[in-house]
């Protein structure tokens, strides 16, 4: 379902893990298909994104479950 879904999206495990993306994220962070399970932090996104970590982790606090 990801695949046919023509914007870049980011699911993240509550503790900041890659869970999914879609291939317009995996081009737009530079993912790889082994980043599944790795911290957001470890990651070298293609465009400049400060505090990438921080922004997902408010996300997840004002809206996770």
Do not use: C, W, Y
């Amino acid at each position: 379902m990801l695949d046919s879904i023509n914007l870049p999206i980011l699911m993240l495990t509550n503790d900041l893990h890659i869970r999914q993306f879609t291939p317009q994220a995996e081009r737009l962070l530079n993912l790889i298909g082994t980043d599944l399970g790795r911290p957001i932090g470890n990651i070298k996104p293609n465009i400049e994104i400060p505090n990438l970590e921080a922004l997902a982790q408010r996300v997840i606090d004002n809206f996770g479950a």
